[in-house]
């Protein structure tokens, strides 16, 4: 059984820092990338950014590009999201998800497991 455990979410004024990290365990875990996603009340989840583990290959989404970072950490297994100048539309529920596709285009990966989630609101 997979498990993915998201820590670092909080309640932060507009323009502040917050950075969310996803520790994955479990046995067989296997993954080939790790992304966060996000769900704001009343939206759909919608896709943050990616990392491949080969390569270190990065990929955000427009929204998010040059003010969130997507990193792995020392720690086998985690990754962590630097979040910088933060808005108020970025409030929402964060999850981070591991994906066991193949190939290198970030874009078309499927994510297989997915945590609990963690509260993110920025205060404006």
């Known amino acids: 059984q997979v498990q993915l455990d998201e820590s670092g979410g909080g309640l932060v004024q507009a323009g502040g820092s917050l950075r969310l990290s996803c520790a994955a365990s479990?046995?067989?875990?296997?993954?080939?990338?790790m992304g966060w996603f996000r769900q704001a009340p009343g939206k759909e989840r919608e896709f943050v950014a990616a990392?491949?583990?080969?390569?270190?290959?990065?990929y955000y989404a427009d929204s998010v590009k040059g003010r969130f970072g997507i990193s792995r950490d020392n720690t086998e297994n985690t990754v962590s999201l630097q979040m910088n100048s933060l808005r108020a539309e970025d409030t929402a529920v964060y999850y981070c998800a591991a994906s066991r596709s193949a190939g290198w285009y970030l874009p078309n990966f499927v994510y297989d497991y997915w945590g609990q989630g963690t509260q993110v609101t920025v205060s404006s």
């Open positions: 479990g046995r067989n875990f296997g993954s080939t990338a």
């Open positions: 990392l491949r583990w080969s390569g270190g290959t990065t």
